[in-house]
């Protein structure tokens, strides 16, 4: 039997913990009518819920939208910039921060940065549009959104052979960490264009900024009608034949990105010397031979030649390269279309490069050269495309069926006259193969 001693404390202690549940009750209970009595959108309000949500975590719960990463202006071609972009995205998502809309390049003066010519990034893809696709992943912001721009602290990013992928990393790191940094509203890193700096994501990480990155309507709409040219001039050659039910079926068009323009037979002849390999410059020649072997194309076919407007400009006949082709392909380029002064001579260098790369991912079957990053983005994409429809390889006779088909010229596939089956590894752990080029692509994304 207890004591009436403890008896006695066993009351008191009861009587104890009631009273304060009472207490915390009504402290809730007062704070509750103390908010209810705001008008929504009263500062006192916000004030209020700012300080029991969760310091810096946005609704999405993952993304800081009160701090901020600022980057270097990009530069380079159209996706370069791309890459560039999303490095800097996956690094303000490394450091839980939102990143500062950046400045896209318009030219490709990137060595004389006087004569670089700036294009805000919500004229070539849509800003509202980014944010709803990557909520919760990444996130942009206006500089407006900047409370204090005069206070910032300056993050130099390293270079060169000491400052390792480590390094970088733990540089990173130790800058979300450190409160002292941490605690400014803006961290600027000042450096080198962020396409140059170390790799630290996997693929899939930047293809979910990728999938992101919607073009504004006006290129949209600039694509749509270079694809209906190229769909007209597959209806005038009446060639083929209607199906059972009367309906003329449409002409297939190819889209070839080639590269054989001076300036990048230039280049990629000294990256085969520096890299040891002879797979990376195609001759027109071997182009053409290898386009004219891809199986299953149905006669006749459209192409459509990416080129650079260089190449537009040959007046030999030998040296066109409109000329050489197999019967039942037939060639188009950009002024043969019509669309060279009608459509891109209308835009910048950057929106000329952004239409293009609508058009050849739009197509029925893709060909370019594994070590562009132009057709490594439009493969990766394709890829992703296939894989939503259930085609994780294209390796099968079957990968015929597979409407998001890709090839390499630059590679030989099951014998040396046919190009390359060409799916992205959606396994690999960085962009390192996108971003510089690789002569190890395979048919398959796993």
């Known amino acids: 039997m207890n004591s009436p001693l403890s008896c006695k404390n066993?009351?008191?202690?009861?009587?104890?913990?009631?009273?304060?549940c009472l207490a915390l009750v009504a402290i809730a209970l007062f704070y509750r009518a103390l908010l209810l009595s705001?008008?929504?959108?009263?500062?006192?309000?916000?004030?209020?819920?700012?300080?029991?949500?969760?310091?810096?975590?946005s609704d999405s719960g993952r993304i800081r939208t009160d701090k901020f990463l600022e980057v270097p202006q990009i530069v380079w071609g159209l996706n370069n910039q791309k890459i560039a972009f999303a490095r800097a995205c996956l690094t303000a998502r490394l450091m839980n921060r939102t990143l500062l809309l950046p400045s896209l390049s318009s030219s490709l003066f990137y060595k004389e940065i006087d004569k670089l010519r700036p294009i805000p990034f919500d004229k070539v893809f849509q800003f509202e549009r980014f944010n709803s696709l990557c909520s919760g992943f990444v996130r942009l912001a206006q500089f407006s959104d900047v409370r204090n721009r005069a206070q910032r602290f300056d993050l130099e990013k390293g270079s060169g052979r000491r400052w390792t992928v480590e390094r970088d990393l733990e540089q990173l790191k130790q800058?979300?960490?450190?409160?002292?940094?941490?605690?400014?509203?803006?961290?600027?890193?000042?450096?080198?264009?962020?396409?140059?700096?170390?790799?630290?994501?996997?693929?899939?990480?930047?293809?979910?900024?990728?999938?992101?990155?919607?073009?504004?309507?006006?290129?949209?709409?600039e694509a749509d009608k270079v694809v209906m040219k190229i769909r007209e001039a597959g209806a005038k050659a009446k060639l083929e034949p209607e199906s059972k039910t009367g309906i003329e079926s449409p002409v297939p068009f190819v889209a070839v990105h080639m590269r054989i323009e001076i300036d990048w037979m230039i280049h990629c002849k000294k990256l085969e010397q520096r890299k040891k390999v002879s797979e990376i410059c195609s001759s027109k020649r071997e182009i053409l031979e290898r386009v004219g072997n891809i199986s299953g194309l149905k006669t006749p076919t459209l192409l459509y030649l990416a080129v650079a407007d260089s190449l537009l400009e040959e007046k030999e006949e030998d040296s066109s390269v409109l000329s050489g082709w197999r019967d039942g392909l037939i060639p188009f380029e950009k002024k043969k279309l019509g669309v060279k002064e009608e459509i891109y001579g209308k835009y910048s260098y950057l929106i000329q490069s952004a239409i293009d790369y609508e058009v050849c991912l739009r197509a029925d079957v893709f060909v370019g050269n594994s070590f562009s990053t132009f057709s490594?983005?439009?493969v990766l994409e394709r890829t992703q495309k296939a894989r939503r429809l259930g085609?994780?390889?294209?390796?099968?006779?079957?990968?015929?069926?597979?409407?998001?088909?890709?090839?390499?010229?630059?590679?030989a596939g099951e014998s040396k006259r046919v190009p390359r089956?060409?799916?992205?590894?959606?396994?690999?752990?960085?962009?390192?193969?996108?971003?510089?080029?690789?002569?190890?692509?395979?048919?398959?994304?796993?």
């Open 175 to 221: 800058s979300s960490r450190n409160g002292s940094i941490d605690e400014f509203e803006v961290i600027r890193v000042i450096g080198k264009n962020p396409f140059l700096w170390h790799d630290h994501w996997p693929v899939k990480e930047y293809a979910k900024v990728f999938e992101c990155m919607v073009v504004v309507d006006e290129i949209s709409r």
């Open 10 to 20: 066993l009351r008191l202690f009861s009587k104890s913990v009631a009273c304060k």
């Open 376 to 378: 490594s983005l439009i």
């Open 391 to 411: 085609f994780v390889s294209s390796c099968e006779d079957g990968g015929g069926e597979n409407e998001w088909r890709s090839y390499a010229y630059n590679l």
């Open 38 to 57: 705001y008008a929504p959108g009263n500062a006192a309000l916000d004030k209020i819920t700012s300080l029991i949500r969760a310091p810096y975590i």
């Open 421 to 446: 089956r060409w799916m992205t590894n959606m396994t690999d752990s960085s962009l390192q193969a996108i971003s510089y080029g690789s002569n190890s692509v395979s048919c398959s994304s796993e």
